[in-house]
Structure formats: C-alpha cells, structure tokens
C-alpha cells in the first residue's frame, strides 16, 4: 500500500511542479495522512530532495517539502548511492552550457535561486564529496571552472585554502620526469589558471 501510495505522491510532484501547484501536494499529505509518511518516500536509492531538482519543481515545493521531510530538516549535506550531492548537483545544473575554462556563461536563474534556498538551509559550500572534493575542486577537476564561477564561489566564501592545498598535491603527486616535458607543461598549465583566477579575484 505504501508502495503504491509513494508512487502516486511522485507522479504527483512531476505534474504539480509549479508555485500555485503547491496546496495539491499539501492535500495530497494531508487526505492520506494516516497510511502514507512522506518520510517513507526516501528509501533505497531514491531520493525526494535530488528528485525535485532534476525535475526543476518549484523553489516554494522543495522549501516545502525540506520542512517536511526528516532527513533535509537536519541535514543537506550527503551524497547519494550514484554519487549526487543536492548543492553541487544544483550549482552544475545552474551553468546553461558546458563551458570549458576560458569561456564566458550565463547562469540558469532557477537554479540559482535554488542553491541559494539549499545554503540558507544548511548546505554548506565547502562539503566535500567521497573523492574529497570540494565544489571548486569537483567543477575544476570537470574542466567547468571559469573566472565567472571562481568569482561566485569565492563572494560565497568558498575555501580556496583547501583548493590550494589540493592543486599543490596534484602537481607533488606527479612524476616529474626530464623527458616528460610536455605533460608537466599540461599539469602546470592546468594549475596556472586557477592560479590566475585568484590572483585576480582576491
């Protein structure tokens, strides 16, 4: 039953994604309250909150619903079985195409506003996924960092210290060889540019 009920409640959610959709959704809880909890939806490998995202449900629907639900009222910081995290999914999804480091973009406005939601609700810019990535790291190691991006990031007080500290690894951690030339120049090149950004950001 409560299979059924969870199914229908997602079909629901994909329909009613607008602003004004948002009292259905709150009927919906409420006239099948005593067989179904909204909390049973996020189990397995589903989850309610990534969900919303990647169907672009309304910002008022997904501050609805991380009020409602257990797990995003105490925590927004997680990463899923298949490697999604709310805020890096959101910040990605905010860049309209897939620039590569020296182009210029435009952001997706929604997506914005919604990462903007995720932090005053708790997702904090500096978490770091499994791979201990930062979101400046996972959007460098992506070759999506731009110095639009760098500049967000950085008035959003994202920790450039452990970007830092990461690239000086990378480039430690690489067999520096006489007669490897031309792939240091790659490995140095990819760590001048960021460089670069800060210099002129900070």
Do not use: W
């Not at 009927?27 to 909150?49: C, P, R, W």
């Not at 400046?136 to 920790?159: A, S, V």
């Amino acid at each position: 039953m409560t299979e059924n009920i969870s199914g229908l409640f997602k079909k629901l959610l994909l329909e009613k994604k607008e602003k004004d959709d948002l009292n259905y959704i709150k009927n919906f809880l409420e006239t099948n309250e005593k067989i179904f909890n909204i909390n049973d939806v996020n189990k397995d490998d589903f989850d309610l909150l990534i969900y919303l995202i990647h169907i672009k449900s309304s910002i008022e629907i997904i501050q609805f619903i991380i009020n409602k639900c257990e797990k995003y009222s105490f925590n927004l910081n997680y990463e899923t079985k298949k490697g999604e995290i709310p805020l890096f999914l959101t910040f990605i999804n905010a860049i309209q195409n897939n620039s590569k480091i020296n182009d210029s973009l435009f952001f997706n406005e929604y997506y914005m506003k919604l990462f903007d939601l995720l932090e005053r609700n708790g997702a904090s810019i500096n978490y770091c996924n499994e791979k201990g990535e930062s979101l400046l790291i996972h959007l460098y190691n992506k070759e999506l960092l731009n110095m639009d991006i760098f500049r967000i990031l950085y008035y959003k007080k994202i920790n450039i210290s452990y970007f830092l500290e990461k690239l000086y690894i990378a480039y430690s951690d690489h067999d520096h060889d006489d007669n490897n030339d031309g792939e240091d120049n790659i490995i140095f090149g990819r760590i001048e540019i960021p460089i670069k950004m800060i210099l002129k950001t900070i």
